[in-house]
């Protein structure tokens, strides 16, 4: 079973429902099987290796999506805010490529590249016609070939590709969608890019649950309010940093979004704070944190809407801290947690976090898998899991700051700065430094009509967590650099605080 299996089940059997597009003026899932089906032929005629997507958030992207499924070439999408040096090295690694690109990036196409306008591939899918690609049955595309090619964000390296074959997506679709499940009524609202995992997992579940998507090609809060308005959207994923610009959007106004019953978040951690606001600014909505990564095709743990509910109002520590966890495995996942000497670690402990499950590619290419004789896969991120089976992730496993012989997770800090009115963005990172093997430095950017001053702050960490872990210096910054899904590029802020002098950094810089 592959991706062009799932787009002919949803043809079948919901073809007339608008699976793509706004209110009236959307595409039905008949039609979206017909221009894949096109968009296949062109592929072919053009003896596509992989099926290239440079193009912002639209329906773009599961037509050339399910084009490649039914020509059998992976679909690859590629982080368009990158540079064109940067573009066209991803791109040279590629064999045979056929680029689609948005108008204002087929420029950035270097020389030797065969690329087409995606308005010149939706024409021409469409010229070709229905039936151009055969019975999808026919498709000789096997389970076990890649479906996608995504490259890792590369924030502490070069990006590597990950392969994810076809009978990795349609795990995850299986085990996490009831076929048919959505109402002719509902609609998602996608705001993720389309080079990250959450947007590849969108577009099959959403096609496989019958739900129509509503593209936001380029997030602004107000926009998205709009349009979730609107459109009637009853779900809608986003990152941290989108939902605490919604919330903060709001000022404490009603969302006016009736119909809005859930919003998933993932792709960077939430901070506890972030999500309090939000819970309190959308009370009849279920919120779900969808935890997963690249090489698991998406989501591996979920922690639902009446665990979020039910944390949120708990008093007893154990179950409040809860709404900092990423909940539990969703079926056919298996997960441990390890010491550095691989011994599996019990509940509460603090390890590696390791995977097992259909869904789960491990690999990369020129490498190949990085999976244990067993299947488990090394995720790379700090963990413990309680009692009931809870994941918590305390960060990757990289970025822990060792200062005089003891670990600390950057996040742990983190958390209790933005709880602190003053504070709206912060990032804890170790500087070198000759007597502690590493200082706690804290980049912090002020919110809006609040002050506060370093040793406050301080103070404030202090008051709530051991004194090892009080950062050694407080820094302004009007900004941080993140990634467009809303990971911290920690290394990147660290190499801006280190360097000569760092050992004697100040407070106030």
Partial sequence: MNLATLLDMAQS????????????????????????????????????????????????????MFAAALAGVPFTPLNYRLGASQINELIAELDSPVIVADPDYLDVVGHGFLAVSSAQFFAESLRLGPGAAGDPAEVSTRDDDPAV?????????????????????????????????????????????????AAVASVLSNLYAARRVVYLPDFEPREWLRLAREERISAAMVVPTMLARVVDSLAGQSSGTPTLRTISYGGARMPEAVLEKALRAFPDVGFVNAYGLTETSSTIAVLG??????????????????????????????????????????PG?????????????????????????????????????????????????????IRGGENIAPAEV????????????????????????????????????????????????????????????????????????????????????????????????
């Fill in 13 to 64: 059997g919901y073809g007339e429902r608008c699976a793509i597009g706004r209110r009236g003026t959307g595409i039905t899932f008949s039609r979206l099987a017909e221009i894949a089906a096109g968009g296949a032929e062109l592929m072919r005629s053009m003896h596509a290796g992989q099926a290239v997507l440079l193009a912002r958030n639209g329906p773009v992207m599961p037509h050339l």
């Fill in 149 to 197: 090619l995504l490259f890792t964000s590369g924030t502490t390296a070069r990006p590597k590709i990950v392969p994810i074959r076809h009978e990795n997506l349609v795990s995850y679709v299986l085990q996490t969608v009831d076929f048919g499940s959505a109402e002719e009524s509902e609609a998602a609202l996608v705001t993720m890019p389309p080079y990250h995992i």
């Fill in 305 to 346: 809407p009446e665990d979020h509910r039910a944390a949120l109002a708990a008093d007893d520590p154990a179950l409040r801290a809860r709404l900092s966890s990423v909940g539990r495995p969703i079926p056919g996942i298996e997960v441990q947690v390890r010491a550095a000497d691989g011994t599996v670690l019990g």
């Fill in 349 to 401: 402990l603090t390890g590696e976090l390791w995977v097992r499950g259909p869904q789960v590619s491990g690999e990369y290419v020129g490498t190949g898998s990085v999976l244990d004789g067993e299947g488990w896969f090394p995720t790379g991120d700090l963990a413990h899991v309680d009692d009931d089976g809870f994941v918590f992730i305390h960060g990757r496993a990289d970025d822990t700051i």
């Fill in 414 to 509: 983190e958390d209790v700065l933005l709880h602190h009115p003053a504070v709206a963005q912060v990032g804890v990172v170790g500087i070198p430094d000759d007597e502690w093997g590493q200082r706690l430095v804290a980049a912090v950017v002020p919110r809006p009509g609040h002050t506060a001053t370093a040793d406050e702050l301080k103070s404030y960490v202090r008051s709530r967590l051991r004194s090892s872990r009080t950062p050694d210096a407080i820094v302004w910054r009007d900004e941080l650099p993140h990634t467009a899904t809303g990971k911290l590029l920690r290394h990147d802020l660290a190499a801006s605080l280190a360097g000569p002098g760092s050992s004697r950094l100040n407070d106030d810089e």
